[in-house]
């Protein structure tokens, strides 16, 4: 099964892939590696899910906001590989970053809504290494922003 096969199939709408808003490129091939950009938690809608984790938004709402960086991500990568994700071999890595209070310990947790999004689309080609990081504030207010390094073929 493709990878777009598998989006149909968990009924998975990838969004717009969004400009840059500085000085920078949302996503660089280096030899055979595409690196994405940060990613930050938009819903559906368009609209910014913000607040800090442990405070405003729970661990679950938390996996839910990682998923759409996630959903950012394969779109950006799409959008690099020219509409085709068979060009990618497999996702080497994610580091995923969590606004969340001093005493909130779960940001692995968090960062499993990317995670299992990834693995989910690129079966064993989705496995990964990664960080999940606990920072004080976010680009916007935004609850999470993952980024992402994939092997081409």
Known sequence: MSYEDNITRLGLKLPEPKAPAGNYVATKIVGNLLYVSGQISIDENGQLIKGKVGLDLTSDQAYSAAKRCGLSIISQAKDACKGDLSKIKNCVKL??????????????????????????????NGKHTRAAVSTNSLPLGVAVEVDAIFELN
């Not at 005493?103 to 690129?122: H, M, R, W």
């Open 95 to 124: 580091t995923g970053f969590v606004n969340s209070t001093a005493e909130f310990t779960e940001q692995p947790k968090v960062i499993n809504g990317a995670s299992d999004l990834i693995a989910e689309v690129f079966g064993e």
